[in-house]
């Protein structure tokens, strides 16, 4: 015989519950027939039951509005263990702190790879100056790894079809530009002055997004678009060893990201791929794109050449440098992606901004780079404006 109850759940605060001097209201107690009586009527009695099971319990504010709540129970002179599972306020609070304490290690993993990544690139162009060639091996680097991941069942391989490949294909492309674009940019120009040009890619999103996309944003946006435009004009203009070529490099980066974001964001709705396989996807697809151009812009000649050179000079830690490079891009890349499963776009945005300080500041410190006041100046206020623009986003269209 299946027993059941219909309770109408009561208000109380957790220390009543916790001390169990909470009174749970009138109970109704059901005696259900069997499947082959139930034509018959349901006789219902009141006896003194015990809670074994519930469900869609919880502790309510007086405000709120009063629901029903199923249990399984049993009598009173039965013995059976209790088994309500129920999230206390101190149980909840600890999950929060958990989740608290597992982005922030994101982050900070996300920065410090980010970090070596941008060393270690830097270091490989001054030796061997073929940013179409070291973009290639980034992506096919971090490409292997995942498919020795899904081959040994570190990872899941993820489930696809030609739909989600054909949606990935114009966000490949993007990112394809945006990569080399800013590897060409970091060739020619110090770390630093590439990360602050490339700060400035909100400016970038906003445009587009009101103009292509017919987009609305509230006025604090388009507000903080002037410390970005205007610090990094500064930073520019001050800039001791300023290259066209590295200043558009950042530039073309920054506005092939923004369509990288925007088809992403549009043609990958409702597909359920983790972050972590969808940037392994990424990586692989921009490979297939980017190997013919990488051979076309430079050539097998001209990288033995390069190769030869860099050996001479550099000796066996240059192949130790090229690895590390490759190996930190896919890593900080996948961890950024996986941090976008646990954090809104909001805090990522906030995030990445925080990121750009860190490679600037490292950067600077390593290479020593000569900077001049009235060029930091303009770094701090493009830095302020992006954190600026990441809050007054708060309320824009998604």
């Keep these: 015989m299946i027993s059941s109850v219909r309770l109408r759940t009561p208000t109380f605060t957790s220390a009543q519950f916790s001390n169990q001097k909470c009174c749970l209201g009138k109970i109704e107690y059901c005696s259900l027939p069997n499947i082959q ?16 099971s519930a469900e869609s319990f919880a502790l309510v504010a007086k405000t709120q509005k009063r629901g029903s709540t199923r249990c399984d129970v049993y009598e009173a002179d039965r013995s059976r263990p209790i088994e309500i599972n129920i999230d206390l306020p101190d149980q909840q609070a600890r999950k929060e702190t958990a989740q608290t304490l597992k982005i922030s290690l994101y982050f900070a993993t ?61 966000v490949a492309v993007a990112h394809s530009i945006g990569h080399v674009a800013a590897t060409v940019s970091m060739s020619k120009v110090a770390v630093s002055f590439t990360h602050i040009i490339k700060s400035g890619e909100p400016a970038f999103s906003v445009l587009v997004s009101r103009f292509l996309l017919g987009e609305t944003f509230p006025s604090s946006v388009y507000l903080s678009l002037l410390p970005i435009i205007g610090g990094c004009a500064l930073a520019a203009v001050t800039e001791i060893n300023f290259n066209m070529i590295g200043f ?32 392994a996807c990424l990586s692989m697809l921009s490979l297939l794109i980017l190997i013919p151009f990488a ?9 033995a050449a390069g190769w030869k050179t860099a050996l001479a000079q550099i000796g066996p830690n240059f192949i130790w440098w090229l690895a590390a490079q490759s190996i930190f891009y896919h890593l900080y890349n996948q961890v950024s992606y996986m941090s976008l499963d646990q954090i809104s776009p909001l805090t990522f945005s906030i995030g990445n901004t925080m990121k750009r300080i860190s490679v600037i500041v490292s950067s600077i410190i390593i290479f020593r780079t000569p900077v001049q006041p009235v060029n930091c100046l303009g770094a701090g206020i493009a830095i302020l404006g992006t954190f600026l623009y990441s809050q007054g986003n708060k309320g824009s269209k998604k």
């Design 110 to 170: 996300w920065w410090a790879l980010n970090v070596v990544f941008n060393i270690y690139n830097k270091k490989v162009l001054n030796a061997f100056p073929f940013p179409w060639l070291t973009s290639t091996l980034s992506l096919a680097t971090g490409s292997l790894m995942m498919l020795i991941s899904w081959a040994v069942g570190i990872a899941e391989a993820p489930k696809t079809d030609m739909d989600f490949w054909k949606t990935l294909f114009p």
């Design 248 to 279: 558009m490099g950042a530039m073309i980066s920054n506005l092939a990201f923004v369509f990288r974001n925007i088809f992403s964001k549009k043609g990958m709705k409702g597909k359920s791929v983790s972050g972590m396989n969808y940037y």
């Design 37 to 52: 009586n139930a034509k018959q009527s349901i006789l219902c009695s009141s006896k003194p039951l015990h809670i074994s």
């Design 295 to 303: 051979i076309a812009v430079e050539g097998p000649q001209l990288w």
